[in-house]
């Protein structure tokens, strides 16, 4: 009896294996939404991806050849250290979108369709097959013509960001309410408007980009094609591209330089197109291929880092509430839950040509009119109301050693004070913008982190209309990148081991923002794995951050997340691992005056909160003197100040002073010993103590005299004095006098 051997190449694929096939391929394409041309981001996993599909294929010639040509090129790349580029960037995307309809035909006995092909699927019309030929047009330089388009330019950025914010809210929403009509026209309003004041100034690529966006949306419109999350992120993926190139603008004004990039969009345009013939609705949700600049000189559009610096800020408008639908089934969905939804109302902005008569840009859904201010005007003009204030200050000194009290004097310098005070609060509030954008930029993230780490996320957020300091939104966004990406990817579980644990499968993040006595509040929740105190510990020990047998708090231990290099990731993912994250979080809050906390019970959750000055320009202290010179110390770091008793007060060998508070033992530190000048008080219990707190640590400084609290506007010291150890600004006090603001964090680091 013979034996009947099966040839290779005919071996049927077992249920179990297609299976683990769809699995991979959805991993695949979730890897490379993180991939960007000159970047290594997603290399690693799309190797081993693409290699455990190469396996699980090799009984099929058809679908291995292809995958073993793309394992291959990904394995060169990591063996010479290369990035991403253009050419294999492409593959892996048109290997992605190919193995969709590939393996979906194998399942129902059909042929495999070669993989050249998949430039041009079969179904696609014929213009959509020659697109390629003529996509390649729009991969130009833009010409802007500085000196001719000048005034139209700077009329043309702050609106075309005001758009492409508009649009990235608008298509969150639509990610999950696919047919709400008031963000899909207000999203094909947007992109009109570009179209046709990009086509006014020439600039090509930006318009031929929009032009065919917006003809796919006129399809959604007219309930032709109905948007799906593949769409949607080709969408997302336009609007980065014309964001890109919207930068390029503003850097060009600044400079007075000529655009000397391309960007390319040739691909994100045949994409679309393909989309709007039909070619691809039907396939599963295949990240298509992400924009490309050459040589890379923008962030990935994964985690988008802070616009480039504008002419002018923009004054964000209130959006109306829309009630979201059920979200679409989807590879590990983020359902945005945002209590009023970003869908911008109706802004007709104002064309170039009507800029160029002089008309102003039209707002509507605002109280009033809308004046675009240049940001070094709004700087200019704090540095002027903070000389009045010093000198109202003065004023007041003078006038109480003069005049009698109710004197035609005091009450004039009174009703100056009151004039002074309001003039500041009112100036103050022009810097003030809503924290709104940033928050939605953090709901883009989440969407797309929640995709590549494979997981179930509702993403929600409050509070998005507070308002601080221009400069403290700016420099807040990138420690909530970390921070989101640390949740996202450390914090919450898989679905598998969230049902495991007897949780839903769907985690939740939960960002807001509150105003907590003089400090905004930036809190970030989750309902995750929680931090574990033994393992942190544990960790810490091993990678040589503390010694061995070392006495922690509680909240000492998870404060340890913040060092540098420190991570208990088991592994290197393309979201994160490498132990930087949290210590750039750290860095940047300090750097803004603020601090933050940690709250965590281990198997629920963690929560992490921001407390941040309200704003840049004012600090709110405690003025205290140490012999002859006066300090301020900034209230956010002090917890109480007092008179210590004489039995309080200890020396430990090798240690130092210490002081006994309420059965906790605190390090005591002489702030004229810091600072090497005399002191009128040589005794602790002679002198005052001020409690200070940071970073989870409790400390005692030792001064002469507690004046008083204050408000007192922050004067940079020059570079002279730039940088000085313990020193983070000046004030020049009421008497005319010269304070140093103290940094306590750096005081306790060098002490």
Not at 170 to 197: M, V, W, Y
Not at 329 to 335: K, L, T
Not at 362 to 384: Q, Y
Not at 534 to 555: Q, W
Request: aromatic share 2%.
């Amino acid at each position: 009896m013979g034996v009947t051997v099966t040839p290779i190449g005919h071996m049927p694929i077992s249920p179990q294996q297609f299976t683990a096939l769809e699995g991979a391929v959805n991993r695949l394409a979730s890897e490379s939404v993180l991939a960007t041309v000159g970047r290594d981001d997603g290399l690693v996993p799309s190797y081993s991806l693409a290699a455990e599909i190469c396996e699980l294929c090799a009984s099929e010639p058809a679908l291995h050849a292809p995958l073993k040509t793309l394992v291959t090129e990904l394995e060169k790349c990591l063996d010479t250290a290369q990035p991403f580029t253009a050419d294999l960037l492409d593959r892996l995307h048109r290997t992605v979108e190919w193995l969709v309809p590939a393996i979906t035909s194998l399942q129902q006995g059909g042929a495999v369709a070669p993989f050249e092909a998949a430039a041009a699927p079969a179904g696609a019309t014929p213009a959509a097959a020659a697109a390629p030929a003529t996509h390649e047009k729009s991969d130009v330089l833009m010409v802007l013509n500085l000196e001719e388009n000048k005034e139209l330019l700077a009329e043309f950025h702050p609106e075309v960001v005001d758009h492409l914010s508009q649009i990235e809210a608008a298509l969150l929403l639509l990610d999950q309410a696919p047919d709400n009509p008031e963000a899909l026209n207000s999203i094909f309003r947007s992109f009109h408007t570009i179209k046709g004041n990009a086509g006014f100034l020439g600039l090509v690529p930006m318009q031929t980009l929009a032009h065919e966006v917006e003809s796919l949306l006129d399809l959604a419109r007219n309930h032709k094609l109905r948007l799906t999350p593949a769409i949607v992120t080709e969408i997302l993926r336009s609007r980065d591209a014309l964001q890109q190139l919207t930068q390029q603008v503003g850097t060009a004004m600044q400079t007075g330089v000529e655009p000397t990039t391309v960007i390319q969009v040739s691909h994100l345009i045949r994409a679309v197109k393909l989309f709007a013939d039909g070619a691809a609705p039907a396939a599963p949700a295949a990240p298509a291929p992400a924009p490309v600049e050459v040589p890379v000189s923008a962030p990935p559009p994964v985690v988008e880092a802070p616009a480039a610096p504008e002419p002018a800020p923009v004054v964000a408008m209130e959006p109306a509430p829309v009630e979201a639908a059920p979200a679409p089934a989807a590879i590990a969905p983020v359902v945005p839950m945002t209590p009023a939804a970003a869908v911008p109302a109706a802004t007709p902005a104002a064309g170039a040509a009507a800029a160029k008569a002089g008309a102003a840009p039209e707002k509507s859904g605002s109280s009033g009119a809308t004046v675009r201010v240049n940001t070094e005007k709004l700087d200019s003009l704090m540095d002027v109301v903070g000389e009045l204030v010093i000198v109202q200050s003065q004023i007041m000194e003078s006038a109480r050693s003069i005049a009698v009290a109710g004197s035609p004097l005091h009450r004039n310098v009174g009703q100056l004070s009151r004039i002074t005070k309001e003039l500041q609060h009112t100036s103050m509030a022009l810097r003030m913008i809503p924290i709104k954008q940033t928050f939605q930029k953090m709901e883009r993230l989440a969407r797309d982190l929640a995709r590549s780490c494979v997981k179930k996320v509702q993403f929600s957020t409050a509070g998005e209309d507070t308002e601080l300091d221009r400069t403290v939104v700016e420099e807040i966004a990138d420690p909530l990148v970390h921070m989101v990406r640390n949740s996202m990817d450390h914090g919450l579980e898989s679905a598998a081991d969230r049902v495991a644990a007897g949780k839903p499968e769907t985690g939740t993040v939960h960002l807001s923002a509150y105003h907590q006595g003089s400090n905004i509040v930036i809190e970030l929740r989750d309902d995750g794995r929680g931090i574990d105190p033994e393992k942190i510990y544990r960790k810490a020990v091993e990678k040589g951050v503390i010694a061995p047998n070392s006495s922690l708090t509680r909240d000492e231990i998870l404060a340890l997340i913040f060092a540098p290099g420190f991570s208990t990731a088991e592994k290197v993912t393309a979201v994160s691992g490498r132990g930087v994250g949290m210590d750039v979080v750290k860095r940047n809050i300090d750097r803004l005056r603020g601090k933050i906390e940690i709250e965590s019970v281990v198997g629920q959750g963690a929560t992490f909160k921001i407390k941040l000055p309200l704003t840049m320009a004012i600090i709110d202290g405690l003025v205290v003197r140490v012999g002859g010179d006066k300090f301020i110390l900034p209230a956010t770091s002090v917890v109480m100040a007092m008179r210590p008793s004489k039995e309080a007060i200890s020396t430990i060998n090798g240690t130092g002073e210490v002081m006994e508070l309420r059965g906790k033992i605190m390090p005591l530190h002489r702030l004229h010993r810091r600072f090497g000048i005399p002191a009128d008080n040589e005794k602790p219990w002679d002198g005052i103590v001020v409690i200070i707190e940071h970073s989870g640590k409790t400390s005692a400084l030792l001064v002469d005299e507690m004046l008083s609290k204050q408000e007192v506007v922050i004067k940079n010291l020059g570079s002279y004095l730039q940088g000085l150890p313990g020193i983070s600004g000046g004030a020049i006090l009421g008497d005319g006098n010269i304070a140093l603001i103290l940094d306590p964090a750096a005081i306790l680091q060098a002490a």
